[in-house]
């Protein structure tokens, strides 16, 4: 893992104190609301509908025991004993007081941690891959790259009062696990010709009201020159972005407006012209950064373990177990492991101070002290020995942490919506809760098998319904809760935006209509092996609609 | 309205100077100009045409003769200015006065420094407050960017700066 | 439609309405109901205008009716959703449980 060298840690603690001065002219009358907001938001603060909300980041969604045993405490004692994790790998807690976010930003500067650029027009926590590292179908571990640009990106003279947010994501696998194309910029790690390792780069992908996907403007960027042209495109877009609608704001837009050759055109003309600007990564450098994220030191044991096949075929719970929320490790007889926040009737993405201790102990027991979160709002366990499984099992169960579902229509994206969320239209939690229980049968969930279901409570799509393969948006009709209902959407390597069904649900009637479609897909599928996705590319949306929508008889 | 230059407040060298707009001083180029010539360029100006148009129709670069450029920031929030002014110091290789203009406010003025303005034009009162207490501009002292102060490398990262 | 005024307080955020002489008071019971709409943003300009809004963020006028007084999620106020969830917390999970002392 990385850790702050004393330039790091001096560099938090100025902006520490910074902002806490900022906090006290506010608190004091001399700073007004107006002038404020954009200073809060760049640290993480939001005023919600209950209360202030502050956003916590963890870098490409890595961090230690010692970290999340900080969310513990911060939760215990300055908010009501819980934390959000969300779908840009950030940490939210729903009640500080402003007064007190000083004090927490102290406590985690103590363990290395920041709200540096959650929020505000500025750019936001670079987002990696949840198994980058650990993961058996890797090139590279693209977290060094993330490193980097976040120290890089932090307090940007240049570019802290952007059009609208701007947010980067990389992966090192082909298979994307961090939704690198619905990102501002994707970084893809890619292999040349050559075999030299560098990036393939997506630009102008994003959600919210205009979904988009990201064009590839470059095919290879070698590495040392990552910075000069992440520089370049955030250049052209703060001189060019649209400033005259919040909602035309994004770089997608402007990519979408002019054209992407235009906007390779002008990025690659910036970056020509920009080649001496300090910004060339020296290798030494790469090489030194990259030596924090090495992989632990885990001896290779058989790759069939005998306490694990013991355990499956006697108990059915730990073989779905098994099935879902364990994938291929790197060094044979390991396993990554996703703790899903997701039970039934549970808040997705919300855990307690005592799950969060309890997800630190078993980090530093059994997965050499490291956490990671998945944009999917689950907590992963990188590098755990099969061995352990079973009694890693055992203590999530009874810590109510071992949802077998990851992956599942039951795994569902949410956001916070109107329960807590001043721009939302409608509840979101609700509704995911009403499916996790229509859907809390494990045999019916396994035989549905793979399905992203993901909820928004406003048309912003934080909770990236867009890219669900089922995508539910809630909207205000005339006072009502109305929830429009999407198909076909996809996050990964094969991105796809959902189609509308059409007219909205009301929140009485939109889990029958995921059932339908549920149901529908089971009875039009080729079979187990056609997934819902698969089976929809090929169906399209007619038969759906027509179970959707019955005439009135 | 106070102008505040290298740490102090102090007189404007150039109040009263005819201000020409971008638009306008590209129009009467070639013709007699003002002197001291005074611009003001508002967001959107495209600082990078005034190399091209140096270079094509007088040889060389543009903002020759020019004593004080003025970049506004009608909105604190509009930062296409740091950008201009990056461009202006760096790839247009201008070294007189870069004032900024318009909403300044002390919260920006470090990051305005640091992309190349040395003057400022304030009106906000708190900030006017806070700069007449003796408050410095440099809250930060550590970067993770180069920046166009006085800033020397720290460590080997040559993306890590202090400030001298 | 009767009216309140609501805003969150500065200091820590807390939803506040505008109460008895010109207080603001965190719970909605104890908040002035003012005859309509027009009445309640007259208070509010006035409050504004002595200073009295120097201590709360983004304050704004709505329409409620105190016989509607009832907490979600079990009954359903005809004031908007967004204000009922204001006034009674999110109608889901820990927040609200420990609200119950669950
Ligand atoms: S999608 Fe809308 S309701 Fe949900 S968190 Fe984002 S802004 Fe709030």
């Known amino acids: 893992m990385y850790r702050y060298d004393e330039f790091d840690a001096g560099f938090v603690a100025e902006r520490v104190a910074q902002f806490t001065d900022q906090v006290e002219r506010r608190l004091a009358g001399t700073l007004s609301e107006d002038q404020f907001k954009p200073l809060r938001l760049m640290n993480g603060v939001y005023l919600q509908l209950h209360a202030y909300m502050l956003r916590v980041a963890i870098p490409y969604g890595t961090l230690s025991s010692r970290q999340m045993r900080c969310f513990a405490h911060i939760a215990r004692t300055y908010d009501k004993g819980y934390g959000h994790f969300t779908t840009r790998q950030n940490l939210q807690f729903n009640w500080p007081a402003l007064k007190d976010v000083p004090a927490i930003l102290r406590e985690l500067a103590a363990v290395e941690m920041h709200c540096i650029q959650t929020s505000g027009n500025c750019i936001r926590n670079t987002t990696a891959d949840q198994f980058a590292g650990a993961a058996a179908d890797e090139i590279e571990d693209p977290r060094p790259y993330a490193e980097i640009i976040r120290q890089w990106s932090s307090l940007h003279p240049e570019f802290s009062f952007l059009p609208r947010k701007f947010k980067i994501a990389l992966t090192g696998a082909p298979s994307d696990r961090a939704a690198i194309q619905v990102h501002d910029i994707g970084y893809q790690v890619v292999k040349d010709a050559m075999g030299e390792v560098g990036f393939a780069v997506y630009v102008g992908g994003g959600q919210g009201r205009t979904p988009l996907i990201a064009h590839r403007i470059r095919e290879f960027l070698p590495k040392a020159d990552l910075l000069s042209y992440t520089n370049s495109i955030l250049r052209v877009y703060n001189l060019e972005g649209r400033r005259d609608n919040k909602f035309k704001a994004r770089i997608k837009i402007l990519v979408h407006e002019k054209g992407a050759d235009a906007i390779r055109e002008a990025v690659e003309a910036d970056f020509a012209a920009n080649h001496d600007a300090g910004l060339t990564l020296p290798q030494g450098e790469i090489d030194r950064i990259t030596a924090y994220f090495t992989l632990p030191d885990l001896a290779a044991r058989p790759q069939v373990s005998a306490a694990v096949e013991a355990r499956r075929t006697s108990d059915p719970a730990f073989a779905r177990f098994l099935a879902r929320n364990v994938f291929p490790h790197k060094v044979p007889g390991h396993g990554v492991l996703t703790v899903s926040l997701k039970p039934t009737d549970g808040i997705p993405g919300d855990a307690t101070a005592e799950q969060m201790d309890h997800l630190a102990d078993l980090a530093q027991r059994y997965s050499a002290d490291e956490l990671r979160v998945s944009h999917e709002q689950n907590i992963v366990l990188p590098h755990v020995r099969l061995d352990d499984l079973p009694a890693i099992y055992d203590s999530l169960r009874a810590n109510d942490l071992a949802a077998d579902n990851v992956g599942l229509v039951s795994d569902i994206i949410c956001c916070p919506g109107l329960d807590y969320c001043a721009l939302a239209t409608a509840r979101s939690i609700p509704i995911a809760q009403a499916i996790s229980k229509r859907f809390a049968e494990p045999e019916r969930t396994a035989e549905i098998g793979d399905l992203r279901v993901k909820i928004s409570g406003c048309i912003n799509a934080c909770g990236h319904h867009h890219v669900g393969h089922i995508g539910i948006l809630g909207l205000d009709k005339a006072g009502q809760e109305t929830y429009q209902l999407t198909l076909g959407g996809s996050a990964d390597e094969r991105c796809s935006i959902g189609d509308i069904t059409g007219r909205g649900f009301s929140a009485e009637r939109i889990v029958d209509a995921v059932e339908t479609v549920v149901d529908t897909y089971l009875s039009h599928r080729t079979g187990a092996e056609e997934s819902f996705i698969d089976a929809y590319r090929r169906l399209g949306m007619k038969p759906f609609k027509e179970a959707l929508y019955v005439p009135a008889a | ?164 | 439609m009767t009216a309140i005024v609501s805003a969150n307080l500065l200091a820590t955020g807390r939803v506040a309405y505008l109460g008895r002489e010109g207080a603001w008071v965190e719970d909605i019971a104890e908040a002035t109901v003012y005859s309509d709409a027009a009445a309640a943003e007259a208070e509010l300009a006035a409050a504004q205008q002595r200073g009295g809004a120097l201590g709360v963020v983004e304050p704004f006028v709505t329409g409620y009716t105190r016989a509607d007084h009832r907490t979600l999620p079990e009954g359903r106020p005809t004031m908007a959703l967004r204000d009922a969830i204001r006034a009674f917390g999110p109608t889901v999970g820990y927040g609200r449980r420990a609200e119950q002392g669950d």
């Open chain 2, 1 to 164: 309205m106070r102008y505040f230059k290298d740490g102090t407040f102090a007189d404007d060298p150039f109040a009263g100077a005819e201000t020409l707009s971008g638009p306008d001083w590209l129009e009467r180029r070639g013709s007699a100009l003002p002197s001291p010539l005074v611009l003001q360029l508002d967001p959107g100006f495209d600082v990078e045409a005034i190399r091209g148009l140096g270079q094509e129709r007088f040889g060389n670069e543009g903002l020759d003769g020019v004593a004080c450029v003025k970049i506004a920031f009608p909105k604190f929030t509009d930062g296409r200015g740091y950008s201009m002014g990056w461009l202006l110091r760096t790839r247009l290789g201008y070294a007189g006065e870069m004032r900024a203009v318009g909403d300044v406010l002390y919260d920006e003025m470090q990051l305005m420094a640091r992309c190349g303005f040395d003057g400022f034009e304030i009106v906000d009162e708190p900030t006017l407050a806070l700069l007449r207490d003796g408050r410095r501009l440099e809250t930060i002292r550590r970067f993770y960017q180069p920046g166009l102060e006085p800033e020397v490398p720290a460590g080997t990262r040559p993306w890590a700066r202090r400030s001298a």
